[in-house]
């Protein structure tokens, strides 16, 4: 094995070395400068150490740990330099020289690789007048002889010591393969033992996937799902995600449940609370006796409760949204809502000639439509054709609406308009709120 590993080793550590001397043999000077490179020599090594490593069947820095590494990078080191000024002295003196590369080949014997240390020093000493190029040429020459020296010792180390302590890293290496290979051999003894038990628990995790309820999943047992198959797992992952949604949605169900139940409770302790506050708002009332804070119970504001005690309603407290009626839908609005039509009815000068109508007083006054004195009814009667014609020239959007809800108001109180409301309506006009 000894005199394999140092021939492998060296073979590759010397290829570099040896295509570098055949184009310097071969008058191709600039290539193998090139070629002399410390990165390729320096693969060239490695590739050499690879390869020994592989035949003695060791790992690389087995083989690194015999040879004198610190050295080998000290020598490329300084090759790397050499051979970097070497380049630039060729290119910069070469072309001033005839018939340089004459005699170059006479340095290596027939049928055998070229030195191309003695190449290079052949080189120097033909341009040895010329100081500045023979020097780097002779510099690299004693750089590549000191490589391919440290290359010879690294092979003899390699065939004298490294056979021993390659063949120790070896012998420790199939140890542990073979170690290895019987603790495989346990492992399958091991896994033989326990398919038996694989098989019936994947036939159980299979009957769990089987029934209909989804969250039977959740009855796999844990060591029963580690011992199934892929897709079992996969099915498993799905049922139990189509469960955890199944239980999230009854959950936000029942949340939401509960929430309705709880805000229906609360509004009907709110109904009942003011049901009960109205009715008795509406007994103060009758007597004269609510105050300001009673407004905020009824849900209105201002004093809009004592306009309408004193019967003086403004133009602003029928439209043109509303009008709001104190505790409207509780227990006592009824009686609230008669006195707010009676104050209607008393006020009516106050709100016929200018009010903008809400979308509610017809519905207020329609059964009371014909307490409205006849001026007053008259009054609005012309006031609802005139702004209605107004509006249609117009075309203002407030306008029309105006003129919407005046047309509303006639028509719930039976008082003709003429046919300007009819002509609105024909445009589609909506009353906005």
Not at 11 to 21: I, N, S, V, Y
Not at 129 to 154: N, T
Request: charged residues 30%; positive net charge.
């Amino acid at each position: 094995m000894e005199v394999k590993l140092g021939g492998t080793f060296l073979t590759c550590a010397m290829g570099p070395l040896h295509h570098a001397g055949t184009c310097i043999q071969g008058s191709r000077v600039p290539e193998g400068l090139r070629e002399l490179a410390s990165e390729g020599l320096l693969g060239g090594f490695q590739r050499g150490i690879d390869q020994a490593a592989k035949l003695a069947g060791v790992r690389r820095e087995d083989v690194e740990r015999l040879l004198p590494m610190s050295e080998v990078r000290d020598a490329i080191e300084r090759l790397g330099e050499s051979q970097t000024e070497a380049v630039v002295a060729w290119d910069v003196y070469a072309g001033r020289i005839g018939g340089l590369l004459e005699g170059v080949a006479e340095v290596t014997n027939h049928g055998q690789a070229p030195d191309v240390s003695e190449c290079l020093e052949r080189l120097a000493n033909k341009v040895r007048r010329d100081p500045p190029f023979a020097e780097p040429l002779q510099m690299l020459a004693d750089d590549v002889a000191h490589w391919q020296a440290m290359i010879g010792r690294c092979r003899k180390l390699l065939d004298e010591s490294g056979g021993g302590a390659l063949a120790k890293a070896y012998r420790r290496r199939q140890l542990r393969k073979i170690a290895a290979i019987a603790a495989s051999a346990l492992v399958i003894v091991a896994a033989l033992s326990v398919i038996v038990r694989v098989q019936t628990a994947r036939a159980r995790v299979d009957a769990a996937l089987a029934r209909p309820e989804v969250c039977a999943v959740r009855d796999i047992a844990q060591d029963d799902l580690g011992r199934a198959t892929s897709e079992q797992q996969r099915r498993a992952a799905a049922r139990a995600e189509e469960c955890a949604a199944v239980e999230a949605r009854e959950a936000r169900e029942r949340e939401e449940r509960q929430r309705a139940e709880e805000k229906a409770r609360e509004e009907q302790r709110l109904r009942a609370e003011r049901d009960e506050r109205c009715a008795a708002l509406a007994v103060r009332f009758k007597a004269g006796a609510f105050s300001d804070d009673d407004g905020k119970l009824a849900g209105v504001q201002g004093d809009l409760l004592r306009r309408i005690a004193g019967r003086r309603l403004t133009a602003a407290d029928v439209g043109p949204s509303g009008p709001a009626l104190p505790c409207d839908g509780a227990r006592g609005g009824d009686e609230l809502r008669a006195a707010f039509v009676e104050a209607l009815i008393a006020s009516a000068w106050a709100w016929v000639p200018s009010a903008d109508p809400g979308p509610r007083l017809g519905e207020l006054l329609a059964a009371r439509r014909a307490e409205l004195p006849p001026r007053a009814r008259t009054m609005l009667s012309v006031r609802t054709a005139q702004e209605t014609k107004r509006a249609i020239v117009s075309g203002d959007p407030a306008a029309l609406g105006r003129a919407s809800r005046l047309c509303a108001l006639t028509t719930a109180l039976e008082i003709a308009s003429g046919p300007a409301c009819g002509a609105l309506a024909r445009l589609n006009v909506k009353p906005s709120p």
